[in-house]
């Protein structure tokens, strides 16, 4: 059963009441990746379309376009890849941060344990997270979930072998709310508006 229909309708059910009664620290619930990392990520404020085509990839991203007036907004693209994959969609892309308000990325692995993104160089090359722009709309797929930040990192090291890329780092924080405005563990860190539109390829 695939994630869509985890989501909308089928699978093993996760009662809400256990989700809210768990600490943070607590031992995540016995349940699938994929599910788990939904779980996550939206208590962390992020925004999750899922899709099973890039056709309706390509719709989403029309969608999240008009929903906040973006269509004369240029996107930080800092993948070439990206820029080239998305060329139909009458986007205008910039290489350059201070010339845009979206950043537009890939990513290396989708982590189901915090619900996080993990990204590297071959997204950020040498910007820090603070220094793109507050908004962002991430493009991932379902093979890219793994259980946790190890287990990215061991899939990124046998991937690149002795090219490990530099400027590996998380992206978890997508709102600031009560729940982790004052917590110790994400001073530092930068909170995003973020979208991920996620393709079923598995």
Partial sequence: ???????FGGGKKVSKEA???RGAHMPDLNIPVDEKFTIHFKKNGGKFLYCDS???ISQALSNIIGENNWKQQPFLVLDNRLSKKFSNNNITFTD??????????TCEHLIAQDGSILVCSNQLLESKLHDLPDNVIVFATTSQLVENIGGGLKVIKKKYGRNIPTNITTLKHFQANEENDHDFLTYGSTSKNLYLLLLEDL
């Fill in 96 to 105: 350059k941060a201070g010339q845009s308000e979206v950043f537009f990325t």
């Fill in 19 to 21: 989700v809210q009664t």
């Fill in 54 to 56: 890039l056709k309706e």
């Fill in 1 to 7: 059963m695939g994630l869509f229909d985890k989501l």
